[in-house]
């Protein structure tokens, strides 16, 4: 049950925001989130787990994660529709976007820590995150939110800020 936990979250139901495309904007954590739209949550109950974030993205991408300490919050800044190919989804934000960065910035989630991926032994981009384990109800201990930013010349970026980069899929997780 505790292998199945996260899969039946991650596969609930969410609202659909920045939608993860394989070869351009998707990430992974500890295999789970493929093609998923932002929101999505897992679990891995009371933490001591590491955390392997993945990206699945163009040749020579350079990928930054975005963590926050709440969860997700949807279509906090909006974006314009990108060109990248294959074609990113639109967005629930509006039918002129297929890009929003979903990740809470209310001062109680605590700063916005930005990490760059490397290339693992893989040979695909990724970030290792050891958690410590947690005490108390599983999955209600601790939350950590993360979205990745990947320069591309095919993105946009967001209205507010724009640029050379799409945004991924963020993925809620719990402890």
Sequence with gaps: MRRLLPTLLLAAATVAQTT?????????????????TSCATTC?????????????VPAGAFVIVLFTFCP????????????????I?????GFTTNQSFDLDLNAACGPLVALPMGVNSNGVLGLSMP?????????????????????????????????????TQAITTWF
């Design 20 to 36: 993860g495309v394989p070869g351009i904007n998707d990430l992974e954590v500890n295999g789970f989130g493929s093609g998923s």
């Design 72 to 87: 997700c919050a949807t279509c906090q800044l909006p974006g314009p529709t990108n060109s990248c190919l294959p074609a």
């Design 131 to 167: 958690i410590p384990g947690f005490t108390g109800l599983p999955c209600t201990n601790a939350v950590l939110t993360a979205q990745a930013i990947v320069v591309d010349p095919c993105g946009l970026g967001l209205f507010a800020l724009p640029g050379p980069f799409v945004f």
């Design 89 to 93: 989804p639109t967005t629930a934000c």
């Design 44 to 56: 891995f109950p009371n933490g001591n787990v590491t955390l392997n974030y993945t990206a699945n």
